[in-house]
């Protein structure tokens, strides 16, 4: 993943058809629950595990980047507890390979470097 994120021979995207067939269907071989959408589906996203009927996704694409044979993509799920999640798949003949990290949400990323920021350590104490 290193060097397909160093190298930057890759595309961006926030549209999930931009993501293969191949490769949606090995997220969901991944994960059973996995219902994706990007920006045209927001009205039947749901993120909380308490959806009522007429929610269809339970995932919002945030980003793919992506080039021939290697796949970064980047989502919020919802369920217990909203987390972003980051597969990366790299295609190689018959070969696939899939890391998967699951990531705090972004606004607990932020109010943590808010904090920090704001509050630095004291010196010599």
Same mark, same amino acid.
């Given at each position: ?8 021979? @890759?595309? @961006? $995207? %926030? ?14 071989? $991944? %994960?059973?629950? +996995?219902?994706?959408?990007? !920006?045209?589906? @927001?009205?039947?996203?749901?993120? !909380? %595990? %308490?959806?009522?009927? =007429? ?5 919002? +694409?945030?980003?793919? +980047? @992506? $080039?021939?044979?290697? *796949?970064?993509?980047? *989502?919020? #799920? ?5 987390? =972003?999640?980051?597969? *990366? *798949? ?9 890391? #998967? ?10 109010? +943590?470097? !808010?904090?920090?920021? $704001?509050?630095?350590? !004291?010196?010599?104490?």
């Amino acid at each position: 993943m290193e060097n397909f994120l160093t190298n930057k021979n @890759y595309k @961006y $995207s %926030d549209k999930k058809a931009d993501i293969p067939n191949v490769v949606l269907s090995l997220m969901k071989k $991944s %994960d059973r629950t +996995l219902k994706i959408t990007d !920006s045209k589906g @927001y009205d039947s996203l749901c993120l !909380s %595990d %308490d959806c009522n009927d =007429g929610f269809i996704y339970n995932a919002k +694409l945030n980003f793919v +980047l @992506y $080039s021939e044979s290697e *796949y970064l993509i980047c *989502y919020t #799920k919802g369920g217990v507890g909203v987390h =972003g999640v980051i597969d *990366y *798949y790299k295609i190689e003949k018959k070969t696939i390979n899939l890391t #998967k990290n699951v990531i705090p949400p972004i606004e607990d990323t932020v109010n +943590l470097l !808010s904090r920090i920021i $704001s509050n630095p350590r !004291s010196e010599g104490k």
